[in-house]
Nanobody, 124 residues
């Protein structure tokens, strides 16, 4: 499955954005979906994950309670609703997919295919 993230932009601290991840290919619902982010000069880090059915989800401690991951398998699209944004959320956000659901143990090293990310910039 190939993925394309979109929906990033410039927002003030405390604001909200919703990212989308459009998937091409078959059997999207068989894949767990992930969001990672990479800030300048930093390593790519896990943000959130959701199982193929949507029944299970997990979040990095830094975003828990502020971000919500979801998916619409009928539309082959996943989402990341980001509320109460902080300057430290500034990064390029990437979505990824895998047949396995790793939850909070998600490691970007386990993924070898990355689509184009979307830039999120939070001004303070």
């Amino acid at each position: 499955v190939q993925l394309q993230a979109s929906g990033g932009g410039l927002v003030q601290a405390g604001g909200s954005l919703r990212l989308s991840c459009a998937a091409s290919g078959r059997a999207f619902s068989s894949y767990a979906m992930y969001w990672f982010r990479q800030a300048p000069g930093k390593e790519r880090e896990f943000v959130s994950a959701i199982s193929g059915s949507g029944a299970s989800s997990s979040y990095a401690a830094s975003v828990k309670g502020r971000f919500t991951i979801s998916r619409d398998n009928a539309k082959n699209t996943g989402y990341l609703q980001m509320n109460s944004l902080k300057s430290e959320d500034t990064a390029v956000y990437y979505c990824a997919a895998d047949l396995s659901y790793y939850g909070t143990a998600s490691n970007p090293a386990n993924f070898d295919s990355w689509g184009q990310g979307t830039q999120v910039t939070v001004s303070s």
